[in-house]
């Protein structure tokens, strides 16, 4: 490895520990570094051996992430984690780590905290507007009419 590829890797190796990242990301680093085809790919596989580069990890903490703190249901989750390249195995292990019971509680929560910003008398527009809210989140709809028939 040449010493203008072990920079190129010292400095990916920084990008990646400052938070997690996917290999598409690193590529498009590397891209905007100049560095193309085999080196690039001899990096991320480097990265990968060094343990700074894991999908599995980066999409685990970015589902996990997204959902406690944004709200997020697991369609549109899901949905960025493509765009970001992550798919098969590492995008199910990530949505399987939310577990079914804090997943349903947090969509009750949601929707609890919606309705109180609602001023409408009419409760079917009200159930309405909380389901197309909790779709907007990216929840599944059979869950929203399940936890909204649960409420009244």
């Given at each position: 490895?040449?010493?203008?590829?072990?920079?190129?890797?010292?400095?990916?190796?920084?990008?990646?520990?400052?938070?997690?990242?996917?290999?598409?990301?690193?590529?498009?680093r590397l891209d905007?570094?100049?560095?193309?085809?085999?080196?690039?790919?001899?990096?991320?596989?480097?990265?990968?051996?060094?343990?700074?580069?894991?999908?599995?990890?980066?999409?685990?903490?970015?589902?996990?992430?997204?959902?406690?703190?944004?709200?997020?249901?697991?369609?549109?989750?899901?949905?960025?984690?493509?765009?970001r390249g992550i798919?098969?195995?590492?995008?199910e292990t990530a949505?399987?780590?939310?577990?079914?019971?804090?997943?349903?509680?947090?969509?009750?929560?949601?929707?609890?905290?919606?309705?109180?910003?609602?001023?409408?008398?009419?409760?079917?527009?009200?159930?309405?507007?909380?389901?197309?809210?909790?779709?907007?989140?990216?929840?599944?709809?059979?869950?929203?009419?399940?936890?909204?028939?649960?409420?009244?």
């Open positions: 490895m040449t010493e203008y590829l072990k920079d190129a890797l010292r400095k990916a190796a920084s990008f990646c520990a400052y938070q997690e990242r996917t290999q598409q990301e690193v590529r498009k905007a570094w100049d560095i193309y085809g085999d080196d690039a790919e001899e990096i991320i596989a480097e990265l990968i051996t060094q343990g700074y580069l894991s999908e599995e990890r980066f999409a685990t903490s970015f589902a996990g992430g997204k959902f406690r703190v944004k709200g997020w249901g697991k369609r549109k989750i899901a949905q960025h984690l493509k765009q798919t098969g195995r590492n995008l949505l399987a780590d939310i577990k079914p019971d804090d997943y349903r509680a947090r969509l009750a929560e949601l929707l609890d905290k919606k309705r109180r910003t609602l001023h409408d008398d009419n409760p079917l527009v009200v159930k309405q507007k909380l389901a197309r809210y909790a779709l907007s989140k990216g929840f599944e709809m059979g869950l929203i009419w399940e936890v909204l028939g649960g409420e009244d």
